[in-house]
């Protein structure tokens, strides 16, 4: 059965990176982002078919994510290499294209088995989602089945509710009252 992460604080990482102009490589560690929200996720692996899908769609959310004090990371078990071809790689050949965050090489694994979402027998990750906030704690966790892409909407509506600071009741969106007790 996989750890409960949600209230406890993130497992520390550091991880080479291609920026998501495909031109630098960098480095992310979670102290990067102290004092900010992070939008953590994992994906099997690089020039698949669902992932391109879900890394543009969170690219195109950037603005919206900026203009709530969030980052977004993206982590699988490929190379920075790997990253910087599939970014520099033309959409109609299976390519990125730029991104507005940089994907993050965890080619030891460690990082996807801290945060539990590495399919051992496989060694890929599953689609995992971490919101973690400016202390580093992680306020929300997903992870579903690699054949199945997640939902930026979703996400910016829970990193939303987390940030209002009160209790958000089922479909709560922004602008809707929080509950009072």
Not at 24 to 51: E, I, N, Q, R
Not at 118 to 123: D, H, P
Not at 131 to 143: A, M
Not at 160 to 175: D, H, I, R, V
């Amino acid at each position: 059965m996989a750890e409960r992460l949600v209230g406890k604080p993130a497992p520390s990482f550091t991880m080479e990176t291609a920026e998501g102009s495909g031109q630098d490589f960098g480095k992310a560690s979670l102290s990067d982002y102290k004092g900010k929200w992070l939008v953590l996720f994992f994906y099997p692996l690089d020039f698949t078919f669902v992932c391109p899908t879900e890394i543009t769609a969170l690219s195109d959310a950037a603005n919206e994510f900026e203009s709530l004090n969030t980052k977004v990371l993206g982590v699988s078990i490929d190379s920075q290499h790997s990253h910087r071809a599939w970014i520099n790689a033309p959409k109609e050949a299976g390519g990125l294209g730029q991104i507005n965050f940089p994907l993050a090489a965890d080619l030891t694994k460690s990082v996807a088995r801290d945060y539990g979402v590495l399919i051992e027998e496989e060694g890929i990750a599953l689609r995992g989602l971490f919101i973690i906030d400016p202390d580093g704690i992680i306020k929300y966790q997903v992870v579903n089945h690699n054949d199945v892409g997640r939902s930026v909407e979703e996400t910016l509506r829970v990193l939303q509710a987390l940030q209002s600071g009160g209790l958000c009741p089922m479909n709560w969106k922004p602008g809707d009252k929080n509950l009072t007790v």
